[in-house]
């Protein structure tokens, strides 16, 4: 596999297993990669994924992932949503800018994210776990703070809450 990852990294061939040698490319990056995020809020209650693969796998998490070519920072995060959580949902305000580097245990950076999570309100749709989630479920405020979250994901995520509940 590592002769196949070096060789569709050198050459740009994505054909056959794109999927998994995208995933791949995440790992040990040589810049950056943008992601965002959805604080879907709805009823008092905010939607959270449980992660399905690394980074994070199996933690509860901010629905959201890799912006792709050619689409805006909310398009992005509305799709993501769509695709994690089955709710279509409209992007409205920016809520923050954060920066995610994870290192492994020789202090390597494994995965360097700058991440923008967006406050969106629910149009339609069911939530369920779908695409690279593992489960999705709604929470109320007093549930997230009994959650294993990183300060800037459960600070974003009040705030969301904050700003509808007001």
């Known amino acids: 596999m590592h002769k196949v990852r070096c060789f569709a990294e050198r050459f740009g061939v994505f054909s056959e297993g794109a999927e998994v040698l995208r995933m791949i490319k995440r790992e040990y990056p040589d ?5 965002v995020g ?14 399905g693969q690394a980074p994070l796998l199996g933690e509860w998490s901010i629905p959201g992932g890799m912006l792709e070519l050619r689409e805006t920072l909310r398009q992005g ?25 994870l290192l492994d245990d020789e202090k390597q950076c494994q995965y360097h994210y700058v ?27 007093e549930e997230i703070s009994e959650l294993p979250l ?16 007001r």
Do not use: Q
């Open 31 to 35: 810049r950056p990669m943008v992601g």
């Open 38 to 51: 959805a604080i879907i809020v709805d009823g008092g209650r905010v939607a959270l994924v449980k992660r």
């Open 77 to 101: 995060a509305e799709r993501e949503a769509l695709e994690e959580t089955g709710l279509a949902v409209r992007a409205t305000e920016l809520l923050g800018v954060f920066d995610r580097v």
């Open 115 to 141: 991440l923008i999570d967006f406050l969106c309100e629910r149009i339609s749709g069911d939530l369920h776990a779908a695409g690279d989630a593992a489960d999705a479920r709604w929470f109320k405020v």
């Open 150 to 165: 990183s300060e800037d994901t459960a600070s974003v995520i009040r705030m969301g809450l904050e700003k509808v509940v």
